[in-house]
C-alpha cells in the first residue's frame, strides 16, 4: 500500500492482552512516526473499530476465539494493511503457515520494544523485516530439507495425509482420482530427493506436519 510520506501511521493491534496494548501504545509514544490508534483481541474487533483506517497491524499468532494466523494475516493485507506478527513463540506450525503468507516480519514478544518500532517502520515502506525468528522460520532450519512442493502439491499434501482417501480427496477437488495418484507419486519422489522419503501414509503425515502444512497433533 502507499502511504502518506509526513502523517503519523495508523497502527492497530490484534492481541488478547491489555497489558500488550498498554505497552506497545507506549513504545510507539517514542516515536514521531508512529501512533497506536485501535486494539481489539480478534481481526474482526479491529476491523469494527478501525475498518478502513489502518496503514499497519501488529498481529498476535495465537489468540482466543481460534481463528488461523495465516487467515488473519490474509484478511489484514485484503484490507490494506501491512502486517507484522508478533509472536511469544509459538509452534513452527504456526510459524510455517504465516510464514507462507504476505506478513512482512516476525517480531517475538521477547525482543526489547524498539525492536517493533524499527520493524513497523520498515513494513510503513512495504519492506520485509527480516529477523533472526523470520530467518530461521523461512530458510535456517537445518533439521529439514526443502521438498519445493508446489503450493498445489503441498494442498493435495495436506488433504491426502490428513487422512482422506484419494477418493474423497479427488471428490472434493474435483479432478480424477487418477490425478491425486500422480500428485502423490510426485509428492514422495520429491520428498526422497531431499532425503526424507515418505513411501507411507505415515510418512506423508510425518513429512506434512513437519513442513507446517498439518498442524501437529498437540496444535488447535
Given at each position: ?105 516476525i517480531v ?46 503441498q494442498r ?65
Open positions: 500500500m502507499n502511504l502518506p510520506a509526513t502523517t503519523t501511521l495508523r497502527v492497530g493491534l490484534v492481541d488478547d492482552h491489555e497489558v500488550i496494548a498498554t505497552a506497545v501504545r507506549a513504545a510507539l509514544r517514542q516515536t514521531r512516526e508512529l501512533e497506536l490508534t485501535a486494539f481489539a483481541p480478534t481481526v474482526d474487533g479491529l476491523f469494527a473499530k478501525a475498518s478502513g483506517r489502518l496503514h499497519l497491524v501488529v498481529l498476535d499468532l495465537r489468540l482466543a476465539d481460534g481463528s488461523s494466523p495465516a487467515n488473519n494475516v490474509e484478511r489484514l493485507v485484503a484490507a490494506g494493511c501491512n502486517v507484522i506478527a508478533f509472536t511469544s513463540g509459538e509452534s513452527p506450525y504456526l510459524l510455517r503457515a504465516v510464514a507462507r503468507t504476505p506478513v512482512l516480519g517475538r514478544k521477547s525482543e526489547p520494544l524498539h525492536a517493533l518500532t524499527t520493524a513497523l517502520l520498515r513494513a510503513a515502506h512495504g519492506q520485509p523485516v527480516v529477523t533472526a525468528e523470520w530467518a530461521s522460520t523461512v530458510e535456517n532450519d537445518p533439521l529439514i530439507s526443502d521438498a519445493k512442493l508446489s503450493r498445489q502439491e493435495m499434501l495436506a488433504l491426502f495425509a490428513d487422512g482422506n482417501t484419494a477418493q474423497s480427496v479427488a471428490e472434493g477437488a474435483g479432478i480424477a482420482v487418477s490425478t491425486i495418484e500422480d500428485y502423490v507419486r510426485r509428492i514422495r519422489t520429491k520428498y526422497a530427493k531431499a532425503g526424507r522419503p515418505a513411501s507411507t501414509k505415515v510418512d506423508l503425515y510425518k513429512r506434512a506436519v513437519e513442513d507446517g502444512f498439518l498442524p501437529a497433533p498437540n496444535e488447535p
